[in-house]
């Protein structure tokens, strides 16, 4: 069972805003940044957000993280059908090791 | 151009030790503020962290795994090894090496990721 917690499915459909949350704890997203990893299927995870609301370079801005206490948000607004993969939270904890909420699949129907 | 590519047996028996090797370009782990870590992937099932290790020879580990794991280094090689003892059929997954980027307070957790590598815990 991941530290971090996340619904295990979304869906939405073409064009529509999508979010999707992650909850933790004090010693980690409450004291730490949080990430945001998409992992389409059969290929390696995607760093989509750092630093709690960071995109890396070639991330589209549909894609936005957003972090409040001990639980942070990625949103998705223009759903495509593309943007249907599993999406990964993770934040570090107080103890410096690495904590992965257990995913969500997100559906684009 | 960054890459990472990890390698390593596909089968292992129960008990036996596991040895993956990560083998990257396009960054140095003698440069300040690089790491590279190991994240597993059971089939269809979420990931999960395992190892890190900084260009200054900082270790950690994932807690209920640090008894089993080790990682190490060889910067001459680019090269970042991970060994895992005593194999369970529980621990087939698929496993990924990626770099870990510090610039001053800002950390980039995993920015680049190998294509990751089957193994299968097996009689």
């Known amino acids: 069972q991941s530290v971090l917690t996340q619904p295990p499915s979304a869906s939405g459909t073409p064009g529509q805003r999508v979010t999707i949350s992650c909850s933790g704890s004090?010693?980690?997203?409450?004291?730490?940044?949080v990430y945001w990893y998409q992992q389409l299927p059969g290929t390696a995870p995607k760093l989509l957000i750092y630093?709690?609301?960071q995109r890396p370079s070639g991330v589209p801005d549909r894609f936005s993280g957003s972090k409040s206490g001990t639980s942070a948000s990625l949103a998705i607004s223009g759903l495509r059908s593309e943007d249907e993969a599993d999406y990964y939270c993770?934040?570090?904890?107080?103890?410096?090791?690495?904590?992965f909420g257990g995913g969500t699949k997100l559906t684009v129907l | 151009q960054i890459t990472l590519k990890e390698s390593g047996p596909t089968l292992v028996k129960p008990t036996q030790t596991l040895t993956l090797t990560c083998t990257f370009s396009?960054?140095?782990?003698?440069?300040?503020?690089?790491?590279v870590g190991w994240i597993r992937q059971p089939p269809g099932k979420a990931l999960e962290w395992l190892a890190l290790?900084?260009?200054?020879?900082?270790?950690r580990y994932s807690p209920s795994l640090k008894s089993r794991l080790t990682i190490t280094k060889d910067t001459s090689k680019n090269q970042v090894v991970l060994t895992m003892t005593n194999m369970d059929p529980v621990d087939t997954a698929t496993y990924y090496c990626?770099?870990?980027?510090?610039?001053?307070?800002?950390?980039?957790?995993?920015?680049?990721w190998g294509q990751g590598t089957l193994v299968t815990v097996s009689s």
């Open positions: 993770a934040a570090w904890d107080d103890s410096l090791s690495v904590m």
């Open positions: 396009g960054f140095s782990l003698s440069t300040s503020g690089v790491g």
């Open positions: 990626a770099r870990v980027t510090i610039f001053g307070v800002v950390i980039i957790l995993f920015d680049y």
């Open positions: 290790i900084y260009w200054n020879d900082d270790k």
């Open positions: 004090s010693s980690n997203i409450g004291s730490n940044y």
């Open positions: 630093r709690n609301n």
